[in-house]
């Protein structure tokens, strides 16, 4: 028996942050001491908090370290591990709390969320299947064994489950269509091609608890009579693949995939597919085609892959997240624990990826309903450096951005819809007075654009006509009539594309139309960007008052633009100046202000 | 595109036993093209077009259909890559904080653009989607390493460290 | 036995080509099939190795 288990977060978020440094001085400092035995180590999945790694958890002390580095192991090991004593330097600090906090239960990123689909994830070793077994794993699936494929689809039905991927479609019924679908050969395919940029609550779920999905798709499997599943999963996630490869191995090892599966005659066998980097392979039809070795190009519905799918076969697709939720659904009495989260047309619960101009960095798993301005400001602890809040962005490329008015808003699919968004996969990034909406909105479409497959005319014509009027907006050339323009392109692509992907893929522009249509015309009208993006329609200007001469904005310049003595306002040669912004991220005065082309200062960052 | 780095992929000897065996467990499975590309793009660094010939050869599909899946998806390049290669994250995290002028300073300090290589192979620049380090923002990978919370003024240190 | 697949004594048959329903509830409860405290005490030392305990749930 261990006499402390030491978690640290293995996840991609924190590794980029050196978890696997601390790792290691952490091992060696418990070796110097001859106390490596003594403590199980894992390096497990992610306990969302992003923004404060590399994380380390000790229980069963429950204290909660972090933003450590590979030189504080020294004295945690010592003060610690050794003496008992509570580092109170290492824990968790920030305005939100007034003294230093040991654990989750006093960090205000917790105090909302409710941990469903990341019940295991930072607990469990996520290549252990013991620990998963341990925490009530696959009793779901057992118990799905023994009674009626109906029933099963029935259950998840009443839970109120919906697709997790994006257009919220009810997956018990997803599946009772499969089910009813003549034919002795069909497919279940896990949707893991997380392609939103922005979103990574799939990859944390595969790299966290990979069990879970080979039991949600096992008993999807066994929902709709299907003895083969693949998981399709994104190339660039290379440890959600080692970790699902191992799971698979485990399960086989165990009895819990292959042949006549723990004596109910029930067979499945799973096989992982990488894709190779395309946005539209999301799109279920597309990914099918993938699968099939041709180029990810969708197809039109009907048929339906409940239908037709993969090699023609009646196919099931789930997203990961959806995959999830179904071992907790089918265990005994988990259905009507499930419907009683949420509201009345989402329930349970959502992981959303929160991003961009926020202090809490990470993923967050809240019940459905929760507003927006709850999650951004309690969870997500308000806007970083104190600006202001100006939109949040929901569902990606396919998504729109949810404005100041609507921050009361609750989170569900028909809310979301209703405001211009979609739920998406649930990447949520967020944006404060220094992004420019009309670039934002070009840069969604210029992701479309290049992702767009080309098969349909109105989504591969279209966004490029889209991207060049926006283009043109934003380089300073924009005309009046360009936003009816857009507007009527943006409802042609919409109504006449065939997946997804074209169907959705003008909601960035509209909804920031819809919201930020000032913006637009600040641009058009008097070629200027108030947030200081767009680089043709602005200006640099050193604010003479209060610019100290300290020279850091001289030194930071690339092309030498700026000047001036020491302790003497420094000036802007406006012909040289590239505005490419090193001098405002130097600027400690915060001095530098955004202007109007050629003209004075009138508006202040 | 520099001339250099074709001149590499039209001279590079590319042992043909070596794509067969690569090929062999899959033949009789033409569902199974792409992962047999990207195990070669593994082995070689990208797809040189004798590869792709035979795989056309060996498991009975046409070149052509082998090229359109090849140049579909964005994992598969046609070109040999240099010995660095540059992710710029161009995640809406990274892009709304600053991953423009990251990109663009790589850009002048290696005077190549996105997807180039440099003459002398040292880096490939490419701008991914998201690699999910959105805390990190912005943030680019070089090779595995994450480098985050860049700004344009550090990536020369950055670069002069990779040989 | 160090692991869950791994047999408590020759009573229990559980192997990938002779499997049982009941394996699950075996591994954290059992041994289900046969009552023996030798066997039992096996399968909580594994359990207990990486004992999550109630503290272990968050939030």
């Not at chain 1, 003496?83 to 040991?102: F, S, T």
């Not at chain 1, 200007?541 to 000047?563: H, L």
Request: aromatic share 8%; charged share 25%.
């Amino acid at each position: 028996m261990y006499e402390k288990h030491l978690m640290i977060c293995g996840a991609t978020g924190c590794i980029s942050s050196g978890s696997r440094s601390v790792e290691q001085a952490l091992v060696k400092e418990l070796e110097n001491h001859g106390i490596r035995d003594r403590y199980r180590l894992v390096m497990g999945g992610c306990p969302g908090f992003c923004e404060v790694g590399p994380i380390l958890v000790i229980y069963p002390d429950e204290v909660f370290y972090c933003h450590l580095t590979p030189k504080d192991m020294v004295e945690l090991v010592e003060k610690h591990l050794v003496g008992g004593e509570i580092v109170e330097r290492l824990l968790y600090k920030g305005p939100d709390v007034a003294v230093p906090v040991r654990f989750y239960d006093s960090i205000p990123f917790y105090a909302k969320q409710k941990f469903n689909v990341l019940h295991n994830s930072g607990i469990i070793d996520p290549e252990s299947i013991d620990e998963y077994i341990m925490r009530g794993g696959y009793r779901a699936f057992t118990r799905a064994l023994t009674i009626d494929s109906l029933t099963i689809c029935e259950e998840v039905k009443e839970s109120g489950l919906r697709g997790r991927g994006g257009a919220g479609f009810s997956t018990g019924q997803k599946w009772e269509f499969t089910n009813k679908a003549p034919g002795p050969k069909k497919y279940v395919v896990c949707n893991a091609d997380e392609g939103d940029p922005g979103a990574f609550m799939d990859r944390s779920i595969l790299e966290g608890d990979p069990h879970a999905i080979l039991e949600g798709m096992l008993i999807c499997g066994r929902a709709i009579g299907s003895n083969e599943g693949y998981i399709y999963c994104r190339a660039e996630y290379p440890l959600a693949i080692k970790r699902l490869k191992i799971a698979i191995s485990q399960a086989l090892e165990y009895g819990l995939l292959g042949e006549n599966i723990l004596g109910y005659g029930f067979n499945f066998k799973i096989n992982i597919k990488e894709g190779a980097g395309a946005f539209v392979c999301g799109e279920e039809t597309a990914l099918l085609a993938s699968i099939e070795g041709k180029r990810g190009i969708p197809r039109p519905r009907p048929p339906f892959p409940a239908q037709s799918g993969l090699f023609g076969k009646p196919t099931t697709i789930n997203n990961v997240e959806t995959l999830a939720n179904i071992p907790l659904i089918v265990r005994e009495g988990g259905a009507a624990e499930f419907a009683q989260i949420g509201t009345a047309g989402s329930k349970g619960t959502k992981v959303f990826a929160l991003a961009g101009k926020i202090r809490n960095t990470g993923l967050c798993e809240v019940p459905m309903g929760i507003t927006f301005r709850e999650i951004i400001y309690d969870v997500g602890g308000g806007i970083k450096g104190g600006r202001e809040f100006k939109a949040v962005q929901a569902g990606g490329p396919s998504g729109g951005c949810i404005p100041t008015e609507l921050l009361d808003l609750p989170i569900d699919y028909d809310s979301l819809n209703k405001a211009g968004a979609i739920m998406g996969s649930g990447g949520l990034v967020v944006m404060d007075e220094s992004t420019c909406m009309v670039d934002l909105a070009r840069y969604f479409l210029s992701f479309t654009q290049k992702e767009s497959c080309g098969k349909c005319t109105p989504c591969r014509e279209g966004t490029m006509r889209m991207l060049e009027i926006l283009n043109r907006i934003t380089g300073g050339f924009g005309n009046p009539e360009d936003l009816d323009t857009l507007d009527s392109l943006a409802h042609s692509i919409k109504d006449s594309s065939l997946c997804g992907l074209g169907q959705t893929c003008p909601n960035p522009v509209l909804s920031t139309i819809r919201y930020f249509r000032h913006e637009y015309e600040e641009h058009i009208e008097e070629k200027y960007c108030r947030a200081g993006v767009c680089k043709a329609l602005f200006s640099y200007k050193i604010d003479q008052e209060r610019c100290t001469g300290c020279r850091a904005c001289v030194k930071a310049c690339p092309v030498d633009a700026i000047t001036g003595e020491k302790k003497e306002p420094h000036e802007i040669d406006q012909g040289r100046c590239t505005h490419c912004g090193s001098c405002i991220e130097k600027c400690r005065q915060d001095c530098i202000l955004i202007t109007r082309v050629g003209r004075e200062a009138d508006v202040s960052n | 595109m520099n001339t250099d780095a074709e001149a590499t992929a039209i001279n590079q000897e590319i042992d043909l036993h070596q794509v067969d065996s690569i090929i062999e467990p899959y033949i009789g499975r033409k569902e199974m093209i792409i992962p047999v590309l990207q195990k070669l793009q593994e082995h070689f660094g990208y797809l040189p077009r004798q590869t792709m010939e035979q795989v056309s050869y060996r498991m009975h599909i046409p070149l052509s259909r082998i090229y359109g899946v090849a140049t579909f998806y964005a994992q598969f390049k046609m070109r040999p890559r240099g010995r660095n290669i540059i992710r710029v994250c161009k995640g809406t995290a990274c892009h709304i904080q600053g991953s423009p002028k990251i990109a663009e300073r790589i850009e002048e300090n290696l005077a190549i653009q996105n997807g180039e290589t440099t003459t002398d192979l040292r880096f490939t620049l490419e701008e991914v989607a998201c690699i999910g380090a959105c805390a990190l923002a912005p943030v680019i990978m070089i090779n595995d390493n994450p480098h985050g919370r860049l700004t344009a003024d550090k990536i020369k240190d950055i670069l002069a460290s990779y040989k | 036995m160090n692991k869950f697949i791994d047999q408590c004594c020759d009573k229990c048959t559980h192997t990938r080509s002779t499997p049982c329903k009941d394996f699950i509830r075996c591994c954290v409860e059992g041994p289900v099939c046969h009552e023996d405290l030798v066997c039992s005490a096996k399968r909580k030392a594994i359990i207990e190795k990486v004992a999550l305990n109630e503290n272990f749930v968050i939030c």
